[in-house]
Nanobody, 122 residues
């Protein structure tokens, strides 16, 4: 079994900063990609940022220049530093990981954290 445990989040004023962290544990042979998605009320879940095992990084256009994703391969963690937060960044943020649990059959599966609330007040 694989688990993703998130930490961080909370309430911050516009212009402030928050840092989210996510740790993957369990049966892990290789983490192919880790990232963050978010879902605001009444909206679809959207990609915020992701980083592959080859260190290719993608950001949503709306967060470019404000958010920074980083990954620690040795610790199986990914973090999201969020600066210059705006009220429209308010959402539940979910950690996501594309993981190969076993070296035997090399299948890949998608895993999700439980979500953490980020609220930005104006």
């Amino acid at each position: 079994q694989v688990q993703l445990v998130e930490s961080g989040g909370g309430l911050v004023q516009a212009g402030g900063s928050l840092r989210l962290s996510c740790a993957a544990s369990g049966s892990i042979f290789r983490i192919n990609r880790m990232g963050w998605y978010r879902q605001a009320p009444g909206k679809q879940r959207e990609l915020v940022a992701a980083v592959t095992s080859g260190d290719t990084i993608n950001y949503a256009e709306s967060v470019k220049g404000r958010f920074t994703i980083s990954r620690d391969n040795a610790k199986n963690t990914v973090s999201l530093q969020m600066n210059s937060l705006k009220p429209e960044d308010t959402a539940v943020y979910y950690c996501n990981a594309d993981i190969t649990p076993s070296a035997i059959n090399l299948y890949r599966a998608d895993y999700w954290g439980q979500g953490t609330q980020v609220t930005v007040s104006s």
